[in-house]
């Protein structure tokens, strides 16, 4: 989303510096979202003469605000901004090298970081997302799912390629014609990188605020959106709602345009 605050600055003569008017604060996604983006400055660049400072940082995400240790209240005026990636020759060789041709690929990312308590209001049955890849193959479309040492979830019936970090993950991503994900980090990046997604939100965070309008943001018909930072019976109910054959008929959807 930060990509998206300071697209053109550099057209302006100008570099984005997100931190709190004195300091760049960035935390430890930062650096490898914001490579080769001329938009952006880098810690240490505080005192140069041609920053605009945008209050967009850990602690001050501006899409909502943390009430305690029970849940994020969220900003409802906020819309995220479509962002964008930089990509070296190196990292665009890679994906054309693994990202299969001749078919329309589909990219399907069943994991939410489990380090985070707000997983299990994130995520949805692992079964159905075997029940999507498995129908999206038998009709004809190549299914992968991009793994790395994080991904403890494997489906069934998608290839699986390995990605050696988030930036790969994204420069395949843009060869994708569709990504079926949960609401977080890949869904971010493939409104980035251009490509159509049918993303799982639920019951937790609202697509008016984190969701892309050119995306199919599927809430199981949620009208109240918690925030809940542990485990939540309405988040667990509005996955529950969300079925693996709306899923597979929304992508399908898509893909036939």
Known sequence: MATGFAKGAAARGKRIAFGDGSKIIWDHHSKEVFDHNPNIAIPGSERDHDLEWVPFHRGNRQYAKQIGNIRWQWNM???APVGEFFFTKDELRY???FMPRGRKVVVIEPNVPAFKTVA???TWP????NAVASDL???GHAVVQLVHHGSPVRLDRATQ???PNFRTAAAMLQRAALVVCPEGGLHHAAAAVGTRAVVIFGG???PQVTG???HINLTGNATHFCGGLHTCNHCYAAMQSISAQEVTERALGVLNG
């Open 204 to 206: 937790f965070i609202p």
């Open 126 to 129: 692992r079964d159905r997302y």
């Open 161 to 163: 390629i390995g990605t």
């Open 77 to 79: 005026a906020f819309k």
């Open 95 to 97: 994906a054309e090298q």
């Open 212 to 214: 892309y309008d050119f």
């Open 137 to 139: 193959f038998n009709a």
């Open 120 to 122: 299990p209001n994130k």
